[in-house]
């Protein structure tokens, strides 16, 4: 099996998918010509022609709302934000339009708005945002944020044959760091909508996160074990929405002592909903309260110090499982 | 003046509020030690609570109607006597059946946690009160997790050493305990109990919807009606009724028993009885005869756990007793091992003490079946609701002289006069088929007609 990127093996999955079926094609900003600001799709033009690969001008309610129209009519549009910060633009189509679709009208719209996302690479605070709490919140949308090579593949090929909007966010800092092998042709990597995935096995301390902060999870929890002693486990859940209640429910029974950690801001992230839920359904398996490591509140600043201040590291997930440990 | 604080008593482990139901004393009122001063109700009884100390009744702090933590300071009595009375704080309001703010820090005590035997009475007049702080609130509550694992192994945790912070105690610094042999014997095993288990399939009692909820049909008063708000005892009859009938599958099984040998049996033994200290009544033959069955039908001796069923060691039958403000269920403990008159024994006091609200709340908990006696007012037969989280419960039905076709030893029919009784066993078919509770009542009714004339 060939070592692949996180990148490529995205690349993989959309390539597989238009070659399977001839209703799935791509809209968005500099995807044809130029292959993507991130080269996700290089030589697509070339293979599958200017019907299939469309370079669009740069309004993002208009990509949306393009893509929107051609999946009533039965095609596959797999949209790309030339960086996930402005789907805030397409924010009206996506949430008013897209994800009533099929309520209002009995309209099927499956689609896939995908796009590079998260920081740690000295972006600022237009290159750098997790905005998954704004579309979490809409009812009829999905939203699936994978952390390893595996899962960009297979996420990204379960996105395409979803039959509802899926929102699929790929973090850029893993977009080359992380490799993995994964099977050349005869197997098909699929991965399903709305399941978790538990990323490490521990029984001391749980970890809900997802995206590339399972990475630094993992690293933490190796250090953890080397320094403390402690085994923390990490759940990885790979979809938001619909979010996998009962892998979170079978992690907080196992350790009793949870934490949330993500990439977003802190006030209003999915932690808070995570931390309710846990409330709500498992109260009596707490055996210390349910603790988050975010973001601060803060727009990301461009200066690498304050930058990496404001951004959650692995010495901050190590502090807080000792904190939580010790409680 | 000295002044002492009187405390809202912990009327149990599990317990952590009271309502103040009723002021037997007013401000400047004189008390002697260990005379009632007042009456509260908690989830699990009713008790008058004794003064302290004797001296003078200075200040009422709650007012009847109120719902307090424990802990919570109820009143002050100045032990010096002929102290000038203070002029009452508050003014007596009517009941009102609201729950009253929590109290200021002040006046709540620390926690001083004790035996569950001796926690009836008010604590030790020595615990100066203090502000609660997080520490003492970690150290005397932990966590959810911890509260549960303790009180499915009926451990007091707030005597464990803790390793947490501010020595609160953990799930591991519990299971350690209970692994080491500190909990009672417990009858589903204990360490790895609570991860085992699934899920409860409903949550604490109150928060599910309860009988006394507001309905679409709500009766309305109409003029020269009376509207009366429930005791507290009422409404939790109320939301405990309900929720079993939504909880458990009931069917009633009916059975009649032949009771004239008991009635001999009890003719001939009655006098004896009474002077050793015992009311033989024919409840007490039909206990008897019960918990010997259970060991038998260990089924019917049960509780359900989502889906798991725990079968219970003890056999500790429940008696429903009527009183003149609602029901209670004292529990006669381990009835298998106790003789006749040892039960009849224990339920005449039971009964005696849950008239005079003196019964303790370990005295109401952890019974295991249940019998309620509604033929003691002329009823035929019944078929009662399930006392949860039991999974069956007996119904007693009027013994009375009846016709009975009877099959003599040549073979001829005749009508007798007998005195007959009907049983309704009512259970829960989720875990107790038809047959098995046939088998039991068989059982129960051929012991109480042949029953051994040694056992008394």
């Known amino acids: 099996m060939p070592e692949v990127t996180y990148l490529e093996a995205l690349r993989q999955g959309l390539r597989e998918e238009m070659r399977r079926d001839e ?27 200017a019907q299939r690969v469309i370079d669009t001008p740069i309004a993002e309610s208009a990509i949306v709302g393009a893509a929107a129209g051609a999946a009533h009519m039965g095609m596959r549009p797999v949209v790309e934000m030339q960086f996930i910060d402005f789907i805030s633009c397409a924010y009206n189509q996506l949430t008013n339009y897209v994800a009533t679709a099929r309520y209002r009208a009995g309209l099927a719209c499956p689609m896939v708005v995908r796009g590079p996302y998260g920081g740690y690479v000295r972006g600022g605070p237009f290159h750098s945002q997790c905005p998954e709490a704004a579309f979490f919140h809409t009812p009829g949308l999905k939203i699936v944020a994978p952390a390893t090579a595996r899962d960009a593949k297979g996420l990204i090929k379960a996105a395409v044959r979803d039959p509802d909007p899926v929102l699929y966010f790929e973090h850029k800092f893993l977009y080359r760091r992380i490799k993995e092998d994964l099977p050349e042709g005869g197997e098909e990597v699929l991965t399903p909508i709305g399941v978790a995935r538990v990323a490490r096995e521990g029984t001391d301390i749980s970890i809900v996160t997802w995206s590339a902060m399972v990475w630094k999870s993992l690293d933490a929890a190796r250090q953890l074990e080397q320094e403390d002693g402690l085994s923390v486990e990490v759940l990885d859940l790979r979809t938001l929405l619909p979010m996998d209640d009962a892998a979170i429910l079978a992690t907080v029974r196992k350790t009793n002592r949870v934490m949330i950690v993500h990439e977003d801001t802190r006030t209003g992230g999915l932690a808070g909903e995570i931390t309710a839920r846990i409330n709500e359904s498992a109260f009596e398996w707490l ?41 | 003046m000295a002044r002492l604080d009187v405390i809202m008593p912990q009327m149990g482990e599990s317990i952590a509020e009271g309502t103040l139901s009723r002021w037997m004393k007013k401000v400047g009122d004189p008390v002697k030690r260990d005379e009632p001063i007042f009456e509260i109700s908690t989830d699990k009884v009713d008790a008058e609570i004794p003064a302290p100390a004797a001296g003078v009744l200075v200040e009422i702090k709650v007012q009847e109607g109120q ?35 929590p109290p200021a820090p002040s006046p709540v005590a620390a926690p ?19 502000a609660e702080t997080v520490d003492d609130r970690l150290r005397s509550r932990s966590t959810p997790l911890v509260r549960r694992i303790a009180a499915e192994n009926h451990v007091d945790f707030t005597a464990i050493p803790g390793s947490g912070v501010a020595g609160r105690v953990t799930k591991k610094d519990l299971l350690g305990y209970i692994e080491a042999g500190g909990a009672a014997a417990s009858p589903q095993g204990t360490a790895a109990a609570p991860q085992r288990a699934p899920a409860p399939q409903t949550g604490p009692l109150v928060s599910i919807a309860s009988g006394i909820e507001e309905t679409p049909w709500a009766a309305v008063p109409w003029p020269g009606d009376r509207v009366e708000p429930m005791s507290k005892i009422r409404m939790l009859t109320a939301q405990h009724m309900v929720l079993s009938r939504r909880t458990s599958a009931h069917v009633t099984s009916f059975y009649e028993v032949d009771m004239t040998r008991v009635a001999r049996l009890r003719d001939a033994h009655k006098k004896a009885f009474e002077e050793r200290g015992a009311k033989l009544t024919y409840l007490g033959f039909i206990t008897k005869a019960v918990a010997d069955c259970l060991r038998r039908h260990p089924i019917l001796n049960a509780a359900v756990r989502g889906s798991t069923v725990i079968y219970r060691q003890p056999i500790n039958i429940g008696i429903a007793v009527a009183l003149d403000w609602g029901l209670i269920v004292p529990v006669v403990r381990n009835a298998d091992e106790l003789s006749l008159f040892g039960v009849a024994r224990t339920m005449r006091d039971l009964a005696d003490r849950a008239r005079a609200k003196r019964l303790k709340p370990d005295e109401v908990q952890q019974g295991t079946f249940t019998i309620t006696n509604p033929g003691g007012f002329g009823s035929y037969v019944g078929a009662p609701i399930i006392n949860q989280p039991q999974v069956a419960i007996l119904g007693v039905g ?10 003599l030893d040549d073979g001829t029919d005749v009508i007798a006069p007998r005195l007959l009784m009907m049983l309704g066993l009512s259970y829960d078919h989720r875990v107790v088929d038809g047959a098995d509770a046939d088998r039991f009542m068989a059982d129960l009714k051929r012991l109480l007609e042949e029953f051994p004339e040694g056992a008394l």
């Open chain 2, 67 to 101: 719902t307090v933590p424990v802990q919570t300071v109820v009143a002050v009595i100045d032990t010096e006597a002929g102290a000038t009375v203070a002029a009452p704080i508050a003014a007596p309001v009517p009941a009102a059946p609201v729950r009253a703010a």
């Open chain 2, 398 to 407: 009027a013994v009375e002289k009846r016709p009975k076709v009877l099959t």
């Open chain 1, 287 to 327: 055996d210390a309260p349910v603790r988050r490591v975010t973001a601060g509140d803060a727009p990301l600043p461009y200066a690498p110090s304050l930058e990496d201040a404001v951004l959650p590291q692995t010495e901050d997930i190590v502090r807080m499982a000792r904190e939580l440990a010790a409680y």
């Open chain 1, 23 to 49: 209703n799935v094609f791509i809209l968005g900003e500099d995807v044809g010509l130029y292959g993507g600001a991130f080269k996700v799709t290089e030589g697509f033009l070339a293979e599958f022609g």
């Open chain 2, 112 to 130: 001083a946690p004790g035996p569950v035997s001796a926690a009836v009475l008010p604590p030790s007049p020595s615990a100066a009160p203090r």
